[in-house]
């Protein structure tokens, strides 16, 4: 049993690793958020909420670690309001969204509906939680999956960088930018285990 166990959490690791999105350092286009729950406005798109820096998370109300990085991501919010803007995104119906947002008073953090998985396919997150942290350009300048990393330390830093950015913005899918220096931080974790846990619970929900 534990071999067959063993054998299933390798090919589940293949699967989730093989999986392709935007990469570190490369300018990701504008893109619609079609619908948008817990905000005044009921959508919008990536250039219209883009601040110094912007965060897209992946989110799902069956992901533990997702929900429990909520409180974190709104104390990041409400404290660099202005200067970043945090969006949560999930492939889950309008209608399950709004019944978790329902049982969560003063959460203001707004949520994307990615239904027909456009934003989601665009970045392919690799395991769950999933954050995508995108520099005033519109480039990548971190991937993560801990929400800790999302620290003041980091923000600085992210803030701070100087870019070299060419004339045309490079489009997802080619050649990274390059001359610019990306900050790429754990983007699966450096726990096997819980590597195995995130590989399973991506496998399962896709």
Not at 49 to 73: N, S, Y
Not at 128 to 144: E, M, Q, S
Request: charged residues 20%.
């Amino acid at each position: 049993m534990r071999a067959i166990l063993s054998i299933l959490c390798f090919v589940l690791s293949i699967t989730a690793s093989g999986q392709r999105g935007s990469a570190a350092g490369e300018t990701v286009p504008d893109f619609p958020f079609k619908k948008i729950l817990n905000a005044t406005y009921a959508s919008s798109s990536l250039n219209k909420i883009r601040q110094e820096l912007t965060i897209v998370d992946f989110f799902g109300t069956w992901c533990v670690p997702c929900i429990k990085a909520l409180p974190h991501l709104s104390e990041v919010q409400e404290k660099y309001k202005g200067q970043l803007q945090i969006v949560l995104v999930s492939v889950e119906t309008e209608q399950k969204l709004n019944d978790f947002l329902s049982k969560r008073k003063n959460f203001s953090l707004p949520v994307a509906v990615d239904e027909d998985n456009t934003i989601t396919n665009l970045f392919q997150p690799p395991s769950y939680p999933f954050t995508v942290v995108l520099n005033r350009d519109g480039a990548i300048v971190a991937k993560i999956t801990d929400a800790a990393d999302l620290n003041d330390a980091s923000i600085k830093k992210w803030m701070d960088a100087e870019f070299t950015l060419p004339s045309a913005p490079a489009q997802v899918g080619a050649t990274p930018i390059k001359n610019m220096t990306v900050s790429v931080a754990n983007e699966r974790s450096s726990n096997a285990v819980v590597r195995l846990s995130q590989d399973f619970i991506y496998a399962a929900k896709t």
